[in-house]
């Protein structure tokens, strides 16, 4: 039996903290996971900057409200589902995710959350679990699944490499150029496509 992993930011919804970058005019923000290897090494690098700026949970919550998702994405995800089970992971939180996730029909996403002072401010990430999208795709091979990953992102590449098809969706130069062995889509139709002959093979 077949399942789909897929990342969320890029793939069916715009980059967050691009979005919360350029409402704020805060450059420093636009740093994603696409730019940056190491997740612990963005977060700490973006709760600083929040800090500097005294912006709250509630002022990046306010932008996410108007984030519609990725045009085309939302019956991409509609077609998806009835040929499969799909699981989004992501490596954003809880807290940011639920009006991105009624916006594209509430779709199954396995994510992290955020310790909060009381005065709204973040404090610090709480993962899951370290390498979260990796070990999701490890045990769903293990309870036997054959399974097809792809997203745009260096924290989307171990779940590509470990599933048991995959590609890069959309994916900046930088890891092109990294993973010359990863094939390459861009529009929703190719990755339905892909996605298609794997369930099929």
Same mark, same amino acid.
């Given at each position: ?5 897929? @990342? ?6 715009? *980059? ?28 700490a690098?973006?709760i ?10 509630? @002022? ?5 409200a ?36 009624r ?15 009381? @005065? ?14 990796? $070990?999701?795709? @490890? ?21 590509? $490499? ?15 150029? *990294? ?23």
């Open positions: 039996m077949e399942i789909v992993t897929l @990342d969320l930011e890029g793939v069916l919804v715009p *980059e967050i903290w691009i979005a919360f970058s350029e409402k704020t005019g805060i450059p420093e923000l636009k740093r994603t996971t696409r730019d940056e290897p190491d997740y612990h090494k963005l977060m690098y973006r600083n900057i929040l800090r500097e700026h005294n912006l709250k949970l509630s @002022d990046i919550q306010d932008v996410i108007t984030i519609k998702p990725l045009e085309g994405a939302k019956a991409f995800l509609d077609e998806l589902r009835e040929l499969t089970q799909v699981i989004i992971l992501s490596d954003t939180f809880s807290e940011f995710a639920l009006p991105l996730m916006q594209l029909g509430y779709p199954t996403i396995f994510c992290n959350s955020l310790k909060v002072s009381e @005065d709204g401010m973040i404090e610090d990430v709480k993962m899951r679990i370290e390498n979260g999208k990796f $070990h999701a795709v @490890d045990s769903l091979q293990k309870i036997g699944f054959r399974v097809f990953a792809s997203g745009d992102s260096y924290n989307d590449l171990a779940m590509i $490499h470990k599933a048991d098809g995959g590609c890069l969706f959309r994916a900046p130069e930088k890891i092109l150029e *990294e993973e010359k062995n990863l094939h390459l889509v861009t529009e929703y139709d190719d990755l339905l496509g892909e996605i298609k002959a794997f369930i099929n093979g």
